[in-house]
């Protein structure tokens, strides 16, 4: 792989020219852009296997644009994106390829690792998954004591649980109504006392979900859940009936107790926060069911090959990711708002969060150089009509300049009354509001007086884009999800850092593991820390002791 060391980025010819065409664009108003070109707001549009992307309403130009697709082709974007797909080892800090594309090709399909072709072995796991989803929802599989399985919960963390909470939550509607579905993740033990208290063991089932299984939150929480599960079915045997692991690591999941039998794979070439649709889906799958799943697999396939196929200028993670240079890079924004005018997608900032934080929150190139241009942004949002009522404000008002992704369906799951209608008018609305605003003399015009004007000035001029597709259902999520998780793509490969490994949250792990040893000891320990953390385990220890 080419190597670019940190100044080249700025260096290239299509950065310089974007640096200075920024200047122009910074000084003019989407007002202007619009009336300048009316059609504008069917132009800047692209549509791709049911996806409707209006780009319209960004500070851009056509030369912006055009400068943003020559800066992807100086970068190598498209070389980079073939690299991933033909399993080169991009993820060089951890010496792995990274192909959770091929967790969605097709049966026939061909891709190779290391010369070994991978299709046949996913959708051998996607039919054992299958199989089992199958037993579980028809009350074929029971538990111990012969009773039906009625609540699964999927105990796991980061890509081992944002994933299943949000796509269980996502695909609500599709769901077997008479299951319960619960997601623990966190050490905190309310997690797993809350997700357990009004529920029977004997008709529960543990979905242990861990890539390594040695995440100390995941272990600790699946000790808790035996342990609970135990104090009723007494007998060992139970675990068999009442814990399945899905996992990269057989023998520690047999080591925990786990049959292997009822364990589910995948492979070192899916990253966590890429995992979904992998085996690490098997909550989803027993949720929405086999086909449903397999729909959803479809959808994310679809848009792996707009991505892989599509000539840029109309590739709809290609425009996001370069928006989002644009942006951080040259507008000096640090935050993207997701804003889903749909209820069900109430966790999808949550996971947005992870896959484009944990990719893209790097500061050194894949050659270790420290970068001198600003990556990821902060990424945060909540459902709409919601945030209407609380921080939008800020967005339409405030100092900040904030990109925005409006995420709308023509269609609703719940069509009551007139609500959808309301919904929509609402995302519509949003976007015209921040993006024209309202100015002093229209103020004026509705009479308001004079001291009163200032405030109730919108300025305008604030960015967003507005996605739109015909109703949430699992192909269309995992259309959605495709769509971010190749934005991440096209963003790390301008900056050039490794959007697939996470460092940043090893240092942590490694001095918490210490911290416990000290909370824990009988004896005093000897604390070697700074003055802060010494106090702060001295002041806990004496509590605990009281
Ligand atoms: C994701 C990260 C991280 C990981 C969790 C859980 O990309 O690697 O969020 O998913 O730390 O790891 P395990 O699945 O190994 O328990």
Same mark, same amino acid.
Request: negative net charge; proline residues 4%; aromatic residues 10%.
């Given at each position: 792989?080419?190597?670019?060391?940190?100044?080249? @980025?700025?260096?290239?010819?299509?950065?310089?020219?974007?640096?200075?065409?920024?200047?122009?664009?910074?000084?003019?108003?989407?007002?202007?852009?619009?009336?300048?070109?009316?059609?504008?707001?069917?132009?800047?549009?692209?549509?791709?296997?049911?996806?409707? @992307?209006?780009?319209?309403?960004?500070?851009?130009?056509?030369?912006?644009?055009?400068? @943003?697709?020559? %800066?992807?082709? $100086?970068?190598?974007?498209?070389?980079?994106?073939?690299?991933?797909?033909?399993?080169?080892?991009?993820?060089?800090?951890?010496?792995?390829?990274?192909?959770?594309?091929?967790?969605?090709?097709?049966?026939?399909?061909?891709?190779?690792?290391?010369?070994?072709?991978?299709?046949?072995?996913?959708?051998?796991?996607?039919?054992?998954?299958?199989?089992?989803?199958?037993?579980?929802?028809?009350?074929?599989?029971?538990?111990?004591?012969?009773?039906?399985?009625?609540?699964?919960?999927?105990?796991?963390?980061?890509?081992?649980?944002?994933?299943?909470?949000?796509?269980?939550?996502?695909?609500?509607?599709?769901?077997?109504?008479?299951?319960?579905?619960?997601?623990?993740?966190?050490?905190?033990?309310?997690?797993?006392?809350?997700?357990?208290?009004?529920?029977?063991?004997?008709?529960?089932?543990?979905?242990?979900?861990?890539?390594?299984?040695?995440?100390?939150?995941?272990?600790?929480?699946?000790?808790?859940?035996?342990?609970?599960? %135990?104090?009723?079915?007494?007998? $060992?045997?139970?675990?068999?009936?009442?814990?399945?692991?899905?996992?990269?690591?057989?023998?520690?999941?047999?080591?925990?107790?786990?049959?292997?039998?009822?364990?589910?794979?995948?492979?070192?070439?899916?990253?966590?926060?890429?995992?979904?649709?992998?085996?690490?889906?098997?909550?989803?799958?027993?949720?929405?069911?086999?086909?449903?799943?397999?729909?959803?697999?479809?959808?994310?396939?679809?848009?792996?090959?707009?991505?892989?196929?599509?000539?840029?200028?109309?590739? %709809?993670?290609?425009?996001?990711?370069?928006?989002?240079?644009?942006?951080?890079?040259?507008?000096?924004?640090?935050?993207?708002?997701?804003?889903?005018?749909?209820?069900?997608?109430?966790?999808?900032?949550?996971?947005?969060?992870?896959?484009?934080?944990?990719?893209?929150?790097?500061?050194?190139?894949?050659?270790?150089?420290?970068?001198?241009?600003?990556?990821?942004?902060?990424?945060?949002? $909540?459902?709409?009509?919601?945030?209407?009522?609380?921080?939008?404000?800020?967005?339409?008002?405030?100092?900040?300049?904030?990109?925005?992704?409006?995420?709308?369906?023509?269609?609703?799951?719940?069509?009551?009354?007139?609500?959808?209608?309301? %919904?929509?008018?609402?995302?519509?609305?949003?976007?015209?509001?921040?993006?024209?605003?309202?100015?002093?003399?229209?103020?004026?015009?509705?009479?308001?007086?004079?001291?009163?004007?200032?405030?109730?000035?919108?300025?305008?001029?604030?960015?967003?884009?507005?996605?739109?597709?015909?109703?949430?259902?699992?192909?269309?999520?995992?259309?959605?999800?495709?769509?971010?998780?190749?934005?991440?793509?096209?963003?790390?490969?301008?900056?050039?850092?490794?959007?697939?490994?996470?460092?940043?949250?090893?240092?942590?792990?490694?001095?918490?593991?210490?911290?416990?040893?000290?909370?824990?000891?009988?004896?005093?320990?000897?604390?070697?820390?700074?003055?802060?953390?010494?106090?702060?385990?001295?002041?806990?220890?004496?509590?605990?002791?009281?």
């Amino acid at each position: 792989m080419a190597t670019t060391t940190t100044s080249q @980025l700025r260096e290239t010819a299509a950065w310089r020219a974007l640096a200075e065409h920024a200047e122009e664009v910074r000084g003019a108003h989407l007002r202007d852009f619009f009336k300048a070109d009316p059609a504008r707001g069917e132009r800047l549009t692209a549509e791709a296997e049911g996806i409707y @992307l209006d780009y319209s309403k960004n500070r851009i130009t056509d030369e912006t644009l055009r400068l @943003l697709l020559q %800066l992807a082709e $100086e970068r190598g974007v498209a070389e980079r994106r073939d690299a991933m797909f033909a399993g080169e080892h991009i993820n060089v800090t951890e010496d792995r390829a990274v192909l959770h594309v091929a967790l969605r090709a097709p049966k026939g399909s061909h891709i190779e690792v290391d010369g070994e072709d991978v299709v046949p072995k996913v959708h051998e796991v996607l039919d054992r998954m299958s199989a089992f989803s199958d037993r579980i929802r028809s009350g074929e599989w029971t538990g111990h004591t012969g009773r039906r399985i009625r609540n699964v919960i999927n105990i796991g963390i980061g890509g081992s649980d944002l994933g299943p909470v949000m796509a269980y939550e996502a695909l609500r509607h599709y769901t077997q109504r008479d299951l319960t579905f619960r997601f623990v993740s966190n050490v905190d033990g309310t997690d797993i006392v809350e997700a357990t208290r009004d529920l029977d063991p004997e008709e529960t089932l543990f979905i242990v979900s861990s890539k390594t299984f040695t995440t100390l939150e995941t272990i600790r929480n699946a000790t808790t859940a035996r342990e609970w599960a %135990l104090s009723k079915l007494g007998d $060992e045997a139970a675990v068999a009936k009442h814990f399945v692991a899905v996992s990269t690591n057989a023998d520690e999941v047999s080591e925990f107790g786990i049959d292997t039998a009822n364990m589910f794979g995948f492979w070192d070439w899916v990253g966590g926060r890429y995992s979904m649709d992998s085996a690490i889906g098997l909550s989803t799958m027993i949720a929405i069911g086999p086909e449903n799943f397999r729909q959803m697999l479809a959808g994310f396939h679809a848009i792996d090959e707009h991505f892989r196929t599509t000539p840029f200028e109309r590739n %709809l993670p290609v425009l996001l990711g370069l928006l989002t240079v644009w942006y951080s890079d040259f507008f000096g924004a640090q935050t993207q708002a997701i804003l889903p005018y749909d209820q069900y997608l109430k966790r999808f900032p949550a996971y947005l969060q992870q896959l484009t934080m944990e990719s893209n929150g790097k500061s050194v190139t894949l050659d270790g150089q420290r970068v001198d241009y600003e990556t990821s942004p902060v990424y945060w949002g $909540e459902p709409g009509t919601n945030g209407q009522h609380s921080f939008y404000q800020l967005i339409h008002q405030g100092t900040k300049l904030i990109p925005c992704d409006f995420i709308g369906f023509d269609q609703t799951l719940n069509p009551v009354a007139n609500h959808h209608d309301l %919904l929509t008018a609402n995302v519509f609305a949003q976007t015209e509001a921040l993006a024209f605003g309202k100015t002093p003399e229209q103020v004026r015009e509705e009479g308001t007086p004079e001291w009163l004007v200032p405030h109730r000035v919108f300025e305008g001029n604030r960015p967003s884009n507005t996605i739109l597709a015909d109703r949430l259902d699992p192909g269309t999520l995992g259309k959605l999800v495709a769509l971010y998780e190749h934005s991440v793509f096209v963003q790390g490969a301008i900056w050039n850092v490794n959007s697939f490994d996470q460092w940043g949250v090893e240092l942590g792990k490694v001095l918490a593991k210490r911290i416990a040893e000290e909370l824990e000891s009988k004896a005093e320990p000897e604390l070697t820390h700074d003055s802060s953390t010494n106090v702060l385990i001295k002041r806990y220890r004496e509590s605990k002791g009281r």
